[in-house]
């Protein structure tokens, strides 16, 4: 299927590792022009020498998107650079546990702040460049916890269900600007975040880290955890010319852990 993204602009936050990193790639397979974004230069650096060591183009902003003036440095660096923004990639931020019993509220605003607000203040700021060509897509990355909350993911979960209210909300507002708006939630993936909380625990338990993560997958219907290229596939077609009637939609990409309906 030809995507139809050769020479669209793309911002990616988070983009120097995991999901993000590889939906960068991705993106730039297809001849997108792709600006990464995260905090910390050197895992930045290595994503853009691998995208022009395969022929693409990528620039780095290492900026703090926690904070109004990160997104604002993030999206102004792209349109310097690129001359605007077509497509926005919502991928930045993590968020800390803790048991609800316990919890400070303030792990609740971290996760927030970093994650859901990021996300806003993006799309607000690129949505006046995709109007101006009656086209964009802007993709958040979610996760299963917005729908199945538990007792140690609350930060996590209330930062998740926000952004697929969010997602929503946004596409009414500019479905009529030819922007398509929607979330992909991914179940647990093989990042290196995730394998370092999965290794925290596997030395706890005195268990090998990859064991574990087979018997975690293993209790999925699909019989495994996800691969981060996987994930950066669909978010691929979710970014292109044929995907052009999916507007507020959320797409679980979990194994068939989800067990509510729709």
């Known amino acids: 299927m030809e995507l139809g993204l050769?020479?669209?602009?793309?911002?990616?936050?988070?983009?120097?590792?995991?999901?993000?990193?590889?939906?960068?790639?991705?993106?730039?397979?297809?001849?997108?022009?792709?600006?990464?974004?995260?905090?910390?230069?050197?895992?930045?650096?290595?994503?853009?020498e691998e995208i022009h060591a395969k022929g693409g183009e990528c620039h780095a902003v290492a900026t703090d998107l926690g904070t109004p003036e990160g997104c604002k440095q993030a999206v102004d660096e792209t349109v310097t650079r690129f001359g605007g923004v077509d497509i926005l990639i919502n991928n930045v931020g993590a968020a800390r546990g803790g048991d609800i019993l316990s919890l400070p509220t303030e792990q609740i605003d971290e996760a927030l702040g970093l994650k859901t607000y990021s996300y806003l203040r993006m799309a607000q700021r690129v949505i006046p460049y995709m109007r101006e060509n009656h086209w964009g897509r802007i993709i958040n990355i979610g996760g299963g916890a917005g729908s199945s909350p538990d007792r140690k993911n609350i930060p996590l979960s209330l930062a998740n269900v926000a952004i697929l209210n969010m997602t929503r909300a946004l596409s009414d507002a500019v479905s009529g600007d030819g922007i398509l708006v929607n979330t992909v939630c991914p179940g647990l993936t093989n990042t290196e975040r995730a394998r370092s909380i999965q290794e925290a625990r596997a030395d706890t338990e005195g268990r090998d880290v990859e064991d574990l993560l087979k018997e975690i997958g293993g209790?999925?219907?699909?019989?495994?955890?996800?691969e981060p290229e996987e994930i950066a596939h669909v978010v691929s077609f979710l970014a292109s010319e044929p995907c052009s009637y999916m507007f507020g939609s959320s797409i679980y990409m979990d194994g068939g852990e989800r067990r509510c309906t729709p």
């Not at 988070?14 to 999901?19: E, F, P, Q, T, Y």
């Not at 590889?22 to 297809?30: Q, W, Y």
């Not at 209790?219 to 996800?226: D, E, H, M, V, Y």
């Open 6 to 48: 050769a020479g669209k602009r793309a911002i990616v936050t988070g983009g120097s590792r995991g999901i993000g990193r590889c939906c960068a790639l991705a993106l730039a397979r297809e001849g997108v022009r792709v600006c990464v974004t995260a905090r910390n230069r050197d895992p930045l650096d290595r994503t853009v």
């Open 219 to 226: 209790k999925l219907p699909a019989g495994r955890i996800a």
